[in-house]
């Protein structure tokens, strides 16, 4: 299992930006990665993952604001986000598993995930 530690959430006004960082403790040049959201009082929902050949998938919510990359150099997982909205207000994890991506899959089928980082759009 690998570890990952979220960094770069904070608070901002709406349609500001805000780019997240996730460190993975060994590669992951050969894993699924991705970020997961949870706002209050809701289910946690998928943003985006990226697959090992650089393909992308982001949630409806998040297409044409948010960009995902990855820097297999430095074993770390980005989530660039422009434009935000107060909805998108929540925790957000990083989170990885092992094999090709299939989309955003549930919570549930990760193999490792991260500790969450806040981010807080104010209206």
């Known amino acids: 299992q690998v570890q990952l530690v979220e960094s770069g959430g904070g608070s901002v006004q709406a349609g500001g930006s805000l780019r997240l960082s996730c460190?993975?403790?060994?590669?992951?040049?050969?894993?699924?990665?991705?970020?997961f959201r949870q706002a209050p009082g809701?289910?946690?929902?998928?943003?985006?993952s990226i697959?090992?050949?650089?393909?992308?998938?982001?949630?409806d919510s998040v297409k044409g604001r948010f960009t995902i990359s990855h820097d297999n150099a430095k074993n770390t997982l980005s989530l660039q986000?422009?434009?935000l909205k107060p909805?998108?207000?929540?925790?957000?994890?990083c989170v990885a598993r092992w094999g090709y991506c299939t989309g955003l899959a549930p919570w549930e089928l990760?193999?490792?995930?991260?500790?969450g980082t806040q981010v807080t759009v104010s209206s």
């Open 110 to 115: 990760w193999d490792s995930w991260g500790q």
């Open 23 to 35: 460190v993975a403790s060994k590669y992951t040049h050969r894993a699924c990665l991705g970020w």
């Open 81 to 83: 986000m422009n434009v």
């Open 51 to 59: 697959d090992s050949d650089g393909s992308t998938d982001y949630a």
């Open 42 to 48: 809701k289910e946690r929902e998928g943003v985006a």
């Open 87 to 93: 909805e998108d207000t929540g925790i957000y994890y």
